[in-house]
């Protein structure tokens, strides 16, 4: 089973930015502030596009107090990586190290954070469907250089592509696991990913394509100050009554109305947050 992180990183959109967006992000800001979770706001960068607010594709913090900094598949959005951010964690927090694998874009080989790895870190292990922007070397070598176990596999969406993320079909809970099972490519690698969910002490709560699509695998649990362990939803994914159920035997569901970032920004709430697993100084 999972510990979530207590504390969150975000990068607020610019004042300029649509409407809309900006509505959506203070409305999930506000939404952890009533329910008293810590989360740390940035304001975008004047020159980056929507994309920035997105943080979870190029940074990565792990609880050995490593701070990673990731390689990202498309070029313009290189210039997220924010060294006032790098120093935030360095001054407040029990920061080992902050490697910089940037330098393997150059070479193509590309892994965008929590985005692309859904991390157990109780267990030392790493869900990751490979895409263009998971490489499986680059994995690997990740995987290795901090001892945890990369567990991979494909996956598509109703349409059929291949998902470039895996916080697409996979929210870890604190003993359960949001899942698309629809989405996987092989019933062997589906198995595989169950029984070892299982076996980690997760229950497992399958969830639809039509729901993959309404972003309910980007759902993110964490837990508050009052040690209450909560799930941060949008509004878009619709829960079945037993999917309600399950979820609310360990956690507090709250929903966030998120349209307008989820229809121009492609992502929900997981890519709008960087949880932060490294103690505070």
């Given at each position: 089973?999972a510990?979530?992180?207590?504390?969150?990183?975000?990068?607020?959109?610019?004042?300029?930015?649509d409407?809309?967006?900006?509505?959506?992000?203070?409305?999930?800001?506000?939404?952890?502030k009533?329910?008293?979770?810590?989360?740390?706001?940035?304001?975008?960068?004047?020159?980056?596009?929507?994309?920035?607010?997105?943080?979870s594709?190029?940074?990565?913090?792990?609880?050995?107090?490593?701070?990673a900094?990731?390689?990202?598949?498309r070029?313009e959005?290189?210039?997220?990586k924010?060294?006032?951010?790098?120093?935030?964690l360095?001054k407040?927090?029990?920061?080992?190290?902050?490697?910089?694998?940037?330098?393997?874009?150059?070479?193509g080989?590309?892994?965008?954070?929590?985005?692309?790895?859904?991390?157990?870190?109780?267990?030392?292990?790493i869900?990751?469907?490979?895409s263009?922007?998971?490489?499986?070397?680059?994995l690997?070598?990740f995987?290795?250089?901090?001892?945890?176990?990369?567990?991979?596999?494909?996956?598509?969406?109703?349409?059929?592509?291949f998902?470039?993320?895996?916080?697409?079909?996979?929210?870890?809970?604190?003993?359960?696991?949001?899942?698309?099972?629809?989405?996987?490519?092989?019933?062997?690698d589906?198995m595989?990913?169950?029984q070892l969910?299982?076996?980690?002490?997760?229950?497992?709560?399958?969830?639809?394509?039509?729901?993959l699509?309404?972003?309910?695998?980007?759902?993110?649990?964490c837990?508050?100050?009052?040690?209450e362990?909560?799930?941060?939803?949008?509004?878009?994914?619709?829960?079945?009554?037993?999917?309600?159920?399950a979820i609310?035997?360990?956690?507090?569901?709250?929903?966030?109305?998120?349209?307008?970032?989820?229809?121009?920004?492609?992502a929900?709430?997981?890519?709008?947050?960087?949880?932060?697993?490294?103690?505070?100084a």
């Amino acid at each position: 089973m999972a510990t979530p992180a207590e504390l969150v990183l975000m990068v607020r959109p610019t004042e300029n930015a649509d409407k809309g967006v900006l509505q959506d992000f203070d409305a999930l800001h506000t939404a952890f502030k009533k329910h008293d979770v810590q989360a740390v706001v940035f304001e975008q960068d004047m020159d980056s596009s929507i994309d920035a607010i997105f943080p979870s594709c190029w940074l990565t913090t792990l609880p050995d107090g490593t701070v990673a900094v990731l390689p990202m598949y498309r070029r313009e959005r290189r210039q997220e990586k924010r060294d006032d951010v790098l120093e935030y964690l360095r001054k407040y927090f029990l920061v080992n190290d902050i490697e910089d694998w940037s330098e393997f874009e150059v070479d193509g080989f590309f892994l965008e954070g929590t985005a692309s790895m859904v991390m157990d870190h109780e267990n030392k292990l790493i869900y990751a469907c490979m895409s263009q922007r998971t490489h499986t070397a680059m994995l690997e070598k990740f995987a290795a250089a901090h001892r945890y176990k990369a567990i991979t596999f494909y996956a598509t969406d109703t349409a059929g592509k291949f998902l470039l993320h895996t916080n697409r079909l996979l929210c870890l809970g604190n003993d359960f696991a949001l899942l698309c099972e629809d989405a996987f490519v092989d019933d062997m690698d589906l198995m595989a990913v169950k029984q070892l969910l299982l076996s980690t002490g997760y229950r497992i709560i399958p969830f639809s394509h039509d729901q993959l699509e309404a972003f309910m695998g980007n759902a993110f649990c964490c837990t508050n100050a009052k040690g209450e362990t909560l799930l941060f939803l949008s509004e878009t994914a619709l829960l079945t009554t037993e999917q309600r159920t399950a979820i609310n035997a360990s956690a507090t569901i709250v929903k966030v109305p998120l349209n307008a970032i989820e229809q121009l920004g492609g992502a929900s709430i997981s890519s709008i947050v960087t949880p932060v697993f490294i103690p505070v100084a």
